[in-house]
C-alpha cells in the first residue's frame, strides 16, 4: 500500500509540467486564503473560484456539497473541507498529467523504430 501511494505521489511530482500545475494551485489557493482573511469586501470576491476552476475535473463534484462549502465560506469545517478538496483534485490531476507524460514521450533507454 505505501509502495503504491509513493508511485502516485511520484507520477504527481517527478516532471515540470505537474509542478508547475501544482505551483499555480498553490498559489491561487494562497490568494484566496489571503482575500479571505485579510482584505475586506463590500461585495462577494470569486478569489475562491479560482483554485476550484483549475483543479476541474475532479473539484466539480463540490457542487453535490451543501452551501458554503464550494467557495469556502460556510465556517472553519467547510474551508478545510474545500482545502482537502482542492489538494485532492490538484494532485489526481498532476499525477495523470505525469502519467500522461510519461506514455507520450519515449524512453530514454528504449530503441527507436529504423535505427
Do not use: C, Q
Not at 13 to 28: C, E, F, K, M, P
Not at 80 to 106: C, D, E, Q, S, W
Amino acid at each position: 500500500m505505501n509502495n503504491n501511494r509513493r508511485n502516485l505521489l511520484t507520477l504527481a511530482t517527478d516532471n515540470w509540467l505537474s509542478r508547475g500545475y501544482l505551483a499555480v494551485v498553490v498559489a491561487a489557493t494562497g490568494f484566496f486564503l489571503v482575500d479571505t482573511f485579510f482584505v475586506s469586501h463590500t461585495d462577494a470576491s470569486m478569489s475562491g473560484a479560482v483554485p476550484w476552476l483549475l483543479t476541474a475535473p475532479l473539484s466539480l463534484l463540490y457542487t453535490l456539497l451543501p452551501e458554503g462549502t464550494l467557495n469556502g465560506t460556510g465556517g472553519g469545517a467547510f474551508l478545510v473541507l474545500y482545502l482537502v478538496g482542492i489538494a485532492a483534485a490538484a494532485l489526481a490531476n498532476a499525477g495523470f498529467m505525469g502519467f500522461a507524460l510519461r506514455k507520450i514521450r519515449p524512453a530514454s533507454g528504449r530503441a527507436t523504430a529504423g535505427a
